[in-house]
């Protein structure tokens, strides 16, 4: 894949990405520095992907080249007030982030890992994809410093627990071709409750 495809995709999935934390319906926080955005979007990273990871807003815009597989992107605009979320992905979890967004199916002939080492502010459903925020009934999970490691055959996770209560890795959105382990490497913050 060339550099410029390759870019083209990364700049359609971080709008998406910013459009989908759009749909949480949070107030923005004041707009931060282009160095700010990049140490937010680096501190996703272990050191090594720190060091050669290109850096893109929300908006497409290139903040920082790179010379490794992995984007990182600082947290959506809309997720701000709630904390810190950004993430560093490779190809594999780029074309998986473009699938989620679009609702296609999605498979791999290879590994894929993201990082979101500075933990996940909003959260996320454990079983809906598609979930935009807490219910009583969905699962929701705000998850601490974590690796997030894709599969390409999604038996492979078979037998792994598939909640989050779980001391240790647990497989979100099992069942769904967007299935993948998620791996806590540090504590888990306050829970969002459906009324947050």
Known sequence: MSMQHYENRVVSLVMGLGSAALIVGL???AEPT???LIEDALSAAPPAVRESAAV????GNMLREGDSAYVCMPTAAAIRELGSEPMCLDEVWMR??????????FTTDRVGIGYML?????????????ATEPTADNDWVVEGP???????????????????????AYVMWKGTPYAHLMVPVGPRPAQRTPSQ
Do not use: R
């Open 118 to 130: 500075a933990g996940d502010a909003a959260g996320a459903s454990n079983i809906d994809p598609f």
């Open 56 to 59: 893109m807003d929300e908006k």
């Open 96 to 105: 998986w982030a473009d699938a989620w967004l679009n609702k296609k199916p």
């Open 27 to 29: 107030a923005a926080a």
């Open 146 to 168: 974590h690796v997030m490691v894709i599969v390409p055959d999604p038996a492979q996770l078979a037998g792994l627990p598939d909640t989050p209560t779980e001391d240790g």
């Open 34 to 36: 282009t160095d700010e």
